[in-house]
T-cell receptor, first 112, second 114 residues
Framework: EAGVVQSPRYKIIEKKQPVAFWCNPI?????LYWYRQNLGQGPELLIR????????DSQLPKDRFSAERLKGVDSTLKIQPAELGDSAVYLC??????????FGQGTRLTVV | AQSVTQLGSHVSVSEGALVLLRCNYS??????LFWYVQYPNQGLQLLLK??????LVKGINGFEAEFKKSETSFHLTKPSAHMSDAAEYFC????????????FGTGTSLTVIP
């Protein structure tokens, strides 16, 4: 069974440019999470979806970040415009019910 | 408020020595607890989980953890460290009373000295 797939693995952009990340969760997993992980820190939740509904986006900087999960499967996370402080690893995870979350390999974003 | 505290951001052990990574949690409801490992440039991989069954939980790669409610702890141990254990380890608290929400600690970087 395929795990959580994220793309791209690495992205370097100039500040003020837009960027998008894509996540394909494990088949059948209704919960999808986007986390941001700064260097030397633990993951911090950006947004959580239950099926296609964003049920927790309280930590998402809505002035520049947006996310969608069409049809309750794949999800995209967008930043527009990117700032230097957005440099981090963006992790997608999925789970089913009260089971553990499975993580993708992440997208390392560098904003220059 | 719910939280996870990992004591010691960096731990060094000699190869073959005991590994002990500490995790304490705060939760107003019975918790689910997890340990994840992260290798460089990789996502998080589940090591083991506590879901209110046995308090001593065995995981992959020889790791185990014991849930102690009285101490609000869930420390991770391995009897004999291997070079391949060098990685970042995260303790996570999972709560369902406010939706399916994970709370991660800040991580412990494990170095194994040959």
């Amino acid at each position: 069974e395929a795990g959580v797939v994220q793309s791209p693995r690495y992205k370097i952009i100039e500040k003020k440019q837009p960027v998008a990340f894509w996540c394909n969760p494990i088949s059948g997993h209704n919960t999808l999470y986007w986390y941001r992980q700064n260097l030397g820190q633990g993951p911090e939740l950006l947004i959580r979806y239950e099926n296609e509904e964003a049920v927790d986006d309280s930590q998402l900087p809505k002035d520049r970040f947006s996310a969608e999960r069409l049809k309750g499967v794949d999800s995209t996370l967008k930043i527009q415009p990117a700032e230097l402080g957005d440099s981090a690893v963006y992790l997608c995870a999925s789970s089913f019910g009260r089971a553990e979350a499975f993580f993708g390999q992440g997208t390392r974003l560098t904003v220059v | 408020a719910q939280s996870v505290t990992q004591l010691g951001s960096h731990v060094s052990v000699s190869e073959g020595a005991l590994v002990l990574l500490r995790c304490n949690y705060s939760s107003s409801v019975p918790p689910y607890l997890f340990w994840y490992v992260q290798y460089p440039n990789q996502g998080l991989q589940l090591l083991l989980k506590y879901t209110s069954a046995a308090t001593l939980v065995k995981g992959i790669n020889g790791f185990e953890a014991e849930f102690k409610k009285s101490e609000t702890s869930f420390h991770l141990t391995k009897p004999s460290a291997h070079m391949s254990d060098a990685a970042e380890y995260f303790c996570a608290l999972f709560l369902t009373n406010t939706g399916n929400q994970f709370y991660f600690g800040t991580g412990t970087s494990l170095t194994v000295i040959p």
